[in-house]
């Protein structure tokens, strides 16, 4: 099983960017824990990070064709307000799970509206990085299910 994690504009500035709202850890942290979570749970993973709506369309697009199960996102900011990512994650036969490393519903007003998170099969928010390790888990489970 192949799963695809994507993540939007800023999320290459873990570690720096406010870190008592994301934490201290590093976009490079996130991908050595998801990597030896997948080896115990006998899962591939590649993680793609852009600050370009259309690079992470265009992964969406390509899914399909690079034979992934399901995807993990953190749209970051393009949550609150891009339709085409919406409509990318509504166009692909793939299951998706919303990432946030922060409690998107404690923050300001705007962030608490997601319109992505309709065409998801679930949301994880407020975990830290921790909570794509709980996507990879409950994304693994699912796409079992299906099967």
């Not at 509206?113 to 794509?132: E, N, R």
Request: glycine share 10%; hydrophobic share 40%.
């Amino acid at each position: 099983m192949k799963i695809l994690v994507l993540n939007g504009p800023n999320l290459n500035m873990l570690g720096n960017r406010e870190p008592d709202i994301y934490g201290r850890d590093s976009l490079e942290q996130l991908e050595k824990n998801l990597h030896e979570l997948c080896q115990q749970e006998k899962v591939e993973v590649d993680l793609f990070q852009s600050n370009y709506e259309g690079a992470l369309l265009d992964e969406l697009h390509n899914a399909t064709k690079k034979g992934y199960a399901g995807i993990i996102m953190n749209p970051g900011a393009f949550t609150h307000y891009s339709i085409a990512l919406r409509d990318g994650i509504a166009a692909i036969d793939l299951p998706v799970i919303e990432v946030h490393i922060s409690n998107v519903h404690a923050r300001e007003e705007f962030r608490s509206k997601s319109v992505t998170a309709p065409v998801s099969i679930g949301q994880i928010t407020g975990l830290g990085l921790y909570g794509y390790e709980l996507a990879l888990l409950a994304l693994k489970q699912y796409i079992q299910g299906r099967g």
